[in-house]
């Protein structure tokens, strides 16, 4: 099932600067590890913001939110999920 994810990060203003880099950090490495296992299928930022949208291919639901809740930044994350479906008028 293929879902449009915005993600909206907003870190709490008292982060220690080093903490925050090592989220940051962690945060590329599982989600290349996500894009690379199929499941985190197109990633792109939003200009001007700290944030993304993204699309996602998993079973369900449920798959989707444990994926989304093991991202490190997921605490400061304001998160809007959208199921898609085919649209009757695409060609591919």
């Known amino acids: 099932m293929l879902y449009h994810v915005r993600m909206d990060v907003t870190p709490p203003s008292d ?7 090592r989220l940051k950090a962690e945060e590329k490495a599982r989600a290349e590890a996500l894009q690379r296992d199929g499941a ?4 792109w930022r939003i200009a001007g913001a700290y944030a993304n ?17 093991t991202l490190p930044l997921f605490p400061f994350m304001a998160i809007t999920v959208t199921p898609l479906a085919r649209h009757p008028s695409a060609i591919a």
């Not at 982060?15 to 880099?21: K, V, W």
């Not at 985190?40 to 990633?43: E, G, K, N």
């Open 15 to 21: 982060l220690a600067p080093g903490t925050f880099d």
């Open 40 to 43: 985190w299928v197109h990633l």
């Open 53 to 69: 949208v993204s699309i996602f291919d998993v079973p369900d639901h449920d798959a989707l939110h444990a994926i989304l809740s």
